[in-house]
């Protein structure tokens, strides 16, 4: 198992999804540990009757169906189907709202989705996604990428409420790739996975939306500045260490 | 025994063939300079030596030869780069600065022993003078601007030419990798660029490919993956002054090169990053998730003027 994830460590972030099957094809009897602690690039359907487009994880599915955060309902329908409570389904729907509204700011398009759960402990569970087409066929408002996708998964586990407080565990996974193809750089490519947890007790005075909201968006900010600035700046770190920009070459000339 | 069907069954295994293909292919896709990581890996999760040796034997060959590997050639020789252009057999390589072939043990990554090259599997007289040249050229621009820089110069048609009056063809490759497994980054470089000596247009006609990988995995896992074609041309001179026109112009390329990769990272925090996503919103505050009353206004209102989106 160790073995397994060492391999899915060193393969290409954009192959991600073939390692991970044939992976799966491999050991098939480790595939639910595989499953749960690897993530792929977020998929996405369209419930017709909200007219909008939703992302499918483990946590809105039930056999083969997923459960729509609008209409809440399962596409394609199931009987004897789960659902979150009623007032757990208010907060879903709130969130959901909201947290179109943060995308958009944030992200300038793409789609989001947030689901949530009862869990044993009293608690729930929320999981907001968000899946962002940036090339400039999707929604890359500057055009700057050939290809560009932005995967990000927030799973954050809400502890009961003691005297006003309760406890948060955020883990974030974020997955991206971009490539630039211009004259002078040629194609440029960057990709790559990078996760994260987050713990934190806060006063529930202003709602758990609130406090998992802003977990979510300091975590998410910390781990775009990380990838950028220490992962892509360790790529570029190496190239120069492979080829050091070179001052001005006295260039020989033919002797004639 | 081919499998027809396109889905197997849950409790169904993997035939031997299936097996080593996905082995074959994970070790054909590790990053430069980890194959040995994916090897061992690959063992543990296969647990099944046979399939691993074939599969072995079928990918390391293809892998040293596309990642251009370097082993170094008993009794100091200098190193020989494993490529398709200097390939005489699949376990024997030549290297055409000291004249020898090296016989090669691809799946240990290693040269184990060498020998002179036949009279045949050198260039003529005439060619290895313009290849000597150029070689010559190539290993000062190299050392000069790789720090851990190997360069050959194969001849890949027309090594028999004798004189005037015939094409050839070399390809000039430059490979540098740097592995530091224990700061979790690895890199390389790759350049490859095909020389073609035309007789007739008294021209030189040249195509390069570069090619820049490197893998960071500390916690994380990213990768770069750039590469970029180049053509350019010059005249037909004497071997002293091809060798200097076409280091010149693989330098001034390659410089330039670089310097591009260094604008396209430079550009990412504030322009190609942002179609991702943003540093901030536009209004350069955090988003102010305490207003959710406001927000449950909002969405009331456009409810009821049946807006929303």
Redesign the interface.
Same mark, same amino acid.
Request: charged share 30%; net charge positive.
């Given at each position: 198992m160790e073995a397994a994830l060492g391999l899915l460590r060193r393969m290409p972030p954009k192959q991600s999804e073939t390692a991970l099957s044939a992976l799966l094809s491999l050991i098939p009897q480790h595939s639910s540990d595989l499953l749960s602690q690897v993530d792929l690039p977020l998929q996405v359907l369209r419930d017709i009757e909200s007219g909008k487009d939703f992302i499918l994880c483990e946590y809105n599915r039930d056999a083969d169906s997923y459960r729509s955060p609008w209409s809440n309902k399962y596409l394609p329908p199931l009987e004897d189907a789960l659902y979150p409570s009623s007032e757990l389904r208010k907060l879903e729907v709130e969130a959901n709202d909201i947290f179109a509204i943060y995308r958009d700011q944030y992200y300038e398009g793409g789609i989001s989705s947030v689901y949530m759960w009862e869990d044993d402990n009293e608690g729930f569970v929320a999981c907001f996604l968000i899946k962002k087409d940036g090339s400039k066929s999707g929604h890359g408002r500057r055009g700057c990428l050939e290809e560009g996708a932005w995967d990000a998964i927030h799973v954050i586990q809400v502890g009961p409420e003691e005297e006003g407080m309760a406890h948060y565990c955020l883990t974030s996974t974020i997955m991206l790739s971009l490539a630039t193809d211009d004259e002078s750089s040629g194609k440029f490519g960057l990709s790559g996975s990078i996760r994260r947890q987050m713990k934190m007790d806060l006063a529930v005075a202003e709602g758990h939306l609130c406090n998992m909201g802003r977990m979510i968006e300091e975590l998410e900010g910390k781990l775009r500045n990380s990838l950028d600035q220490v992962y892509f700046g360790k790529t570029r770190e190496m190239v120069c260490t492979l080829r050091p920009p070179a001052e001005i070459v006295q260039m020989r000339l033919p002797d004639t | 025994m081919a499998d027809e069907e396109d889905e197997?069954p849950?409790e169904t295994e993997?035939s031997y063939e299936?097996?080593k293909e996905?082995a074959k292919?994970?070790l054909l896709?590790?990053?430069a300079g980890?194959i040995n990581?994916?090897a061992?890996?690959?063992?543990?999760?296969?647990s099944d030596e046979e399939v691993y040796n074939e599969a072995a034997m079928e990918a390391f060959p293809v892998y040293n030869k596309s990642h251009m590997i370097c082993l170094e050639m008993p009794s100091r020789a200098g190193d020989v780069i494993v490529s398709s252009y200097s390939e005489i057999t699949e376990n024997e390589f030549l290297d055409p600065r000291t004249a020898q072939v090296a016989i090669v043990d691809h799946v240990k990554q290693i040269c184990t022993k060498v020998r002179p090259a036949h009279d045949e599997e050198l260039p003529s007289l005439y060619i290895e003078e313009y290849r000597y040249a150029l070689d010559a050229e190539i290993q000062r621009y190299v050392s000069?601007?790789?720090?851990?820089?190997i360069s050959a110069v194969n001849c890949v048609k027309g090594k028999d030419t004798e004189g005037l009056g015939s094409d050839f063809e070399f390809v000039v490759i430059i490979t540098?990798?740097?592995l530091s497994p224990q700061n979790f980054?690895?890199?390389?470089?790759r350049s490859v660029w095909n020389i073609d000596f035309q007789d007739e247009s008294q021209v030189l006609d040249i195509k390069g490919k !570069?090619q +820049?990988g490197?893998?960071? $995995?500390e916690?994380?896992?990213?990768?770069?993956?750039?590469?970029?074609?180049f053509q350019d041309s010059t005249i037909f001179?004497s071997a002293?002054?091809c060798a200097?026109?076409i280091?010149?112009i693989i330098?001034?390329h390659?410089?330039?090169?670089?310097?591009?990769?260094?604008?396209?990272?430079s550009?990412?925090?504030d322009?190609?990053?942002?179609?991702?996503?943003?540093? !901030?919103? +536009?209004?350069r505050t955090? $988003?102010p998730?305490?207003n959710?009353l406001q927000?449950?206004l909002t969405?009331e209102v456009e409810k009821e003027l049946g807006l929303g989106?």
């Open positions: - | 197997l849950e993997l299936q097996k996905i292919w994970f896709n590790a990053p980890e990581y994916v061992k890996d690959l063992k543990a999760v296969l000069e601007s790789y720090p851990k820089g540098a990798m740097r980054c690895n890199g390389s470089w !570069l +820049v490197a893998h960071y $995995f916690e994380g896992n990213v990768e770069l993956d750039a590469k970029k074609d001179q002293d002054d200097i026109a280091a010149n330098r001034h390659e410089t330039e090169y670089l310097a591009a990769l260094e604008v396209a990272y550009k990412l925090p322009n190609t990053f942002k179609d991702l996503r943003r540093k !901030l919103p +536009v209004t955090l $988003f998730w305490q959710t927000f449950s969405r989106k």
